[in-house]
T-cell receptor, first 118, second 112 residues
Framework: AQSVTQPDIHITVSEGASLELRCNYS??????LFWYVQSPGQGLQLLLK??????LVQGIKGFEAEFKRSQSSFNLRKPSVHWSDAAEYFC????????????????FGQGTILTVHP | EPEVTQTPSHQVTQMGQEVILRCVPI?????FYWYRQILGQKVEFLVS????????KSEIFDDQFSVERPDGSNFTLKIRSTKLEDSAMYFC??????????FGEGSWLTVV
């Protein structure tokens, strides 16, 4: 069965510093990978996704993620963090339905809470 | 940007009562989902729905749960007889055929 591990429960960075959030997955086939962000009291907002092709994926809000098959990783990065980036970040792997047309059954990691110091 | 909307945002119910959580998915989407997040735990898949039928469900989605798309726009999750352990944030999601999955803001259910 697929699984997702986010090793860091809580990360604190200073505003303007670079950020990397780690994500490791376990999945037997080609993974479909997602990063979501959840601000307090809000829903899950899609930051970016990887299905195939270029292993460096650009997302919204200046985020990017790199798929590394050899390391089973899909780490999220941002070169300069803003105070508004403080939130909880979730990595997820999608698995296909029986017809292979939908990958919406997502398995989530436990999330990483990001705190940004001014 | 189109969005998935959910109602109610928060509901408190007594144990044993029936609850219906409502969702309006994005209009041209084909696949619909319910997830839940118990406080302090991971977001968990409950069920997926396509072409007016359940396409997949998790072990959590037992006979107490049901889903319905009653009128072509709404997508509902019903819990027939709520238990304390059903207290959670319930997320509705929808996706198009490009598998971009959008989540709603969630419905927080508290069972007392």
């Amino acid at each position: 069965a697929q699984s997702v591990t986010q090793p860091d429960i809580h990360i604190t960075v200073s505003e303007g510093a670079s950020l990397e959030l780690r994500c490791n997955y376990s999945y037997g086939a080609t993974p479909y990978l997602f990063w979501y962000v959840q601000s307090p009291g809000q829903g899950l907002q899609l930051l970016l996704k990887y299905f195939s092709g270029d292993t460096l994926v650009q997302g919204i809000k200046g985020f990017e993620a790199e798929f590394k098959r050899s390391q089973s990783s899909f780490n999220l990065r941002k070169p300069s963090v803003h105070w508004s980036d403080a939130a909880e970040y979730f990595c997820a792997v999608g698995t296909a339905n029986a017809g292979g047309t939908s990958y919406g059954k997502l398995t989530f990691g436990q999330g990483t809470i990001l705190t940004v110091h001014p | 940007e189109p969005e998935v909307t959910q109602t109610p945002s928060h509901q408190v119910t007594q144990m044993g009562q029936e609850v219906i959580l409502r969702c309006v998915p994005i209009s041209n989407h084909l696949y619909f989902y319910w997830y839940r997040q118990i406080l302090g735990q991971k977001v968990e898949f409950l069920v997926s729905f396509y072409n007016n039928e359940i396409s997949e469900k998790s072990e959590i989605f037992d006979d107490q749960f049901s889903v319905e798309r009653p009128d072509g726009s709404n997508f509902t999750l019903k819990i027939r007889s709520t238990k304390l352990e059903d207290s959670a944030m319930y997320f509705c999601a929808s996706s198009d055929n490009r598998n971009t999955i959008y989540f709603g803001e969630g419905s927080w259910l508290t069972v007392v």
